[in-house]
């Protein structure tokens, strides 16, 4: 059996400060997984995020990346990508330009990466602003260059930090439908952050509702795999039905919270 894309088991964070960021946390995500995490501002949610990333070092427990240490992940030709809440496009050059970076920081031969810059644009239904620049595009049609530029490099995991929390209901919900169908159809495993119930029960295959003070994962909760998410499913009652129960063990998660906080003080 292959191992799963990342294993956490105990993994915690206490910034130099003195903050902890996140108590002891297990999370084991497969090939394929849509994992959601949510929960209250300062759960620890980014904080997760980012040491799966390597962006910070854990103060204890165990990860693994595809049965491995970080450091094998590119030895061992998988690739992570991470999709920031800002956009992050350089304003003087064009779409492909900036879908094109990462390639040209592989030194990928210029021909293969404009033609792999333009599948990924194809693939977030930008074909045709290739020759834009960031500045004459919308804030939905910049995030979807963000994508873009995370998908060209075909990464095995991707990791998405409040993607679209800046952008109007209506856009949001078409880039989900968007990200359901990349992820879904190409089977893509995802880890992705939000504030936003709504989203986290239409796009995930599995949510984990965090609790602060300290930051750690309160509940678990299953979605099932084969469900189409499209605007039918937005409109079904089992989505009412998904939103509501995690809307409940949310409010748990935020009581809980409180209590932990009254009882530190
Ligand atoms: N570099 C840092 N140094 C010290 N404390 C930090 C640092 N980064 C985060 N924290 C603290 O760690 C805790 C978790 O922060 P984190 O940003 O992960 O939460 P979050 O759930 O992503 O919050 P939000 O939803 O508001 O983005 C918070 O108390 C935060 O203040």
Known sequence: MSSPVLSLASI?????????????????????????LIGPSGCGKSTLLKLIANLHTPSGGK?????????????????MAFVFQDATLMPWATI????RLPLDLEKVDRSTADKRALAALERVGLGHVTEHYPAQLSGGMKMRVSIARALVT????????EPFGALDEFTRNRLDEEMARLCYEDGLTTLFVTHALHEAAFLSSRVMVMAARPGRIHAEYEIDQSILRNEEFRLSDQFAGISRELAILLEDASRESMIQQEMRA
């Open 154 to 161: 075909e990464p095995d995991l991707l990791l998405m930090d």
């Open 63 to 79: 990860m693994n990346w595809w049965g491995g240490n970080f450091g094998d992940v590119g030895r061992k030709g998988r690739r």
């Open 96 to 99: 492909a330009k900036n879908v």
């Open 12 to 36: 915690e964070k206490v910034f130099p400060n003195g903050v902890r960021g996140l108590s002891p946390v297990d999370l084991t995500v497969e090939k394929g997984d849509f994992v959601t």
